[in-house]
């Protein structure tokens, strides 16, 4: 089975500053990878995905994430987050044909202004 | 569409008592699935469904049943609640094909359960 494993549980940044979280996944097959967010007493949202096709993937308000196959990772980033972005970040991985979606322990992401 | 959605939204039981998590979706999903949060654990899985009459076991089944008699439908029952199941549970559906699902996943609002 699939796993997910993410550094850095808690990150605290100044608005404008840039973001990188790191999302490393172990199984040797096709994988299917989705970063979600959790917004304070929300549900999880999907920011972006990589079904196939270019690597670098561009999500919702200025995400974007790159799938390195030889590293088994997909890193998410953004140049200058803002207030708004604070929140809890998911990583998530589907190997091809698995019925099981299988979660990283996820990033809380706190934004100063 | 509602997308999908659970009641209750929040729940406490004593130690023992039995409910149901209830979980709806309107967009002819066949993939359903049950998750429970807990801080520092991220979502773990506890039973999905790829369609109709259709279930099985996740990451973290133990203490849950699960049932699928319609699409839009895959209640999640606590037979006897436990303290260790309190818990933020989140139902999600998908797309499905050939009976696996290889899409995103819509998330409900969850159920905030607490069991004294």
């Known amino acids: 089975a699939q796993s997910v494993s993410q550094h850095n549980h808690h990150v605290i940044l100044s608005e404008a500053a840039s973001l990188e979280l790191g999302c490393n996944y172990s199984?040797?097959?096709?994988?299917?990878l989705f970063w979600y967010v959790q917004y304070p007493g929300q549900h999880l949202q999907l920011l972006l995905k990589y079904f196939s096709g270019d690597p670098l993937v561009k999500g919702i308000k200025g995400f974007e994430a790159e799938f390195i196959k030889s590293k088994f990772s997909f890193n998410l980033r953004k140049p200058s987050v803002q207030w708004s972005d604070t929140a809890e970040y998911f990583c998530a991985v589907l190997a091809y044909g698995n019925n099981r979606l299988a979660f990283g322990k996820g990033n809380q992401v706190v934004v100063i202004p | 569409n509602a997308g999908v959605t659970q009641t209750p939204k929040f729940q406490v039981l004593k130690t023992g008592q039995s409910m149901t998590l209830q979980c709806a979706q309107d967009?002819?999903?066949?993939?359903m699935s049950w998750y429970r949060q807990d801080p520092g654990m991220g979502l773990r899985l506890i039973h999905y469904s790829v369609g109709a009459g259709i279930t099985d076991q996740g990451e973290v089944p133990n203490g849950y049943n699960v049932s699928r008699s319609t699409t839009e439908d895959f209640p999640l029952r606590l037979l006897s609640a436990a303290p260790s199941q309190t818990s933020v549970y989140f139902c999600?559906?998908?797309?499905?094909?050939?009976?696996?699902?290889?899409?995103?996943?819509?998330f409900g609002p969850g159920t905030r359960l607490t069991v004294t």
């Open positions: 199984y040797g097959g096709t994988v299917n």
């Open positions: 967009m002819n999903h066949e993939y």
């Open positions: 999600a559906s998908s797309y499905s094909r050939a009976g696996t699902t290889s899409y995103e996943q819509y």
